[in-house]
């Protein structure tokens, strides 16, 4: 199938910017997402964005797509301790059967 | 009223065995998934459901067999388990079996299922 790809960790301190990049392969990707991973649970959907949009802004989160290099990224502003999990990009272009990254752990620091 | 509701949470059991993992939705979606993550936390796709109707079935070995009774439901049934099979199983549901809604995914915690 087609790749997403994500680095694997990051590591920031609090109050700081954290910028999780992501790129994926399928040119005909419609929907992106990003979903978060707390330890022990089940994933939940953070934001998502259309193909035919640039950038997304929810509260503290920011989600760009550079559509020509296939790279989408979240930012999210002033990261606290409770922003410690696994991000997740995922995308589809059918709508059928989400494709997903394999995770990047973000650790925020004190 | 948690929205999906996988039982068990822990699952161990030997190998050869045979074993079964419940999900139900409270939200009224019509579609429903199973997702495996394994040791690394890879996510990948086995099946989906659509008002009952199997509309995906990924490369999964002919051991793993999905049952939906009605679409609030859909139970994952493991034959002749293997080591490999350990992993976490997640059920989740969507509004829609394609477009938008069909990303947004609402997951159960999980089944941790380990095979000594």
């Known amino acids: 199938g087609e790749d997403v790809e994500q680095s694997l960790f990051l590591s920031v301190r609090e109050g700081d910017s954290s910028v999780i990049n992501c790129t994926y392969t399928d040119s005909s990707s419609t929907y992106l997402y990003w979903y978060k991973q707390e330890p022990g649970a089940g994933l939940q959907l953070l934001t998502y964005i259309f193909s035919n949009m640039d950038m997304k802004q929810d509260q503290r989160l920011t989600v760009l797509l550079n559509k020509k290099d296939k790279h989408l990224s979240l930012r999210i502003a002033d990261t606290q301790t409770g922003d410690s999990a696994i991000y997740f990009c995922a995308e589809t272009n059918s709508g059928y059967a989400l494709n997903f990254g394999k995770g990047t752990s973000l650790l925020v620091t004190p | 009223d948690t929205a999906v509701s996988q039982t068990p949470k822990y699952l161990v059991t030997q190998m050869g065995n045979d074993k079964s993992i419940k999900c139900e939705q409270n939200l009224g979606h019509d579609t429903m998934y199973w997702y495996k993550q394994d040791s690394k936390k890879f996510l990948k796709i086995m099946f989906s459901y659509n008002n009952k109707e199997l509309i995906i079935n990924e490369t999964v070995p002919n051991r793993f067999s999905p049952k939906s009774p009605d679409k609030a439901h859909l139970n994952l049934h493991i034959n002749s388990l293997e080591l490999g099979d350990s992993a976490v199983y997640f059920c989740?549901?969507?509004?829609?079996?394609?477009?938008?809604?069909?990303?947004?995914?609402?997951f159960g915690e999980g089944s941790r299922l380990t095979v000594l």
């Open positions: 989740a549901s969507s509004p829609y079996g394609t477009g938008l809604g069909a990303g947004e995914l609402f």
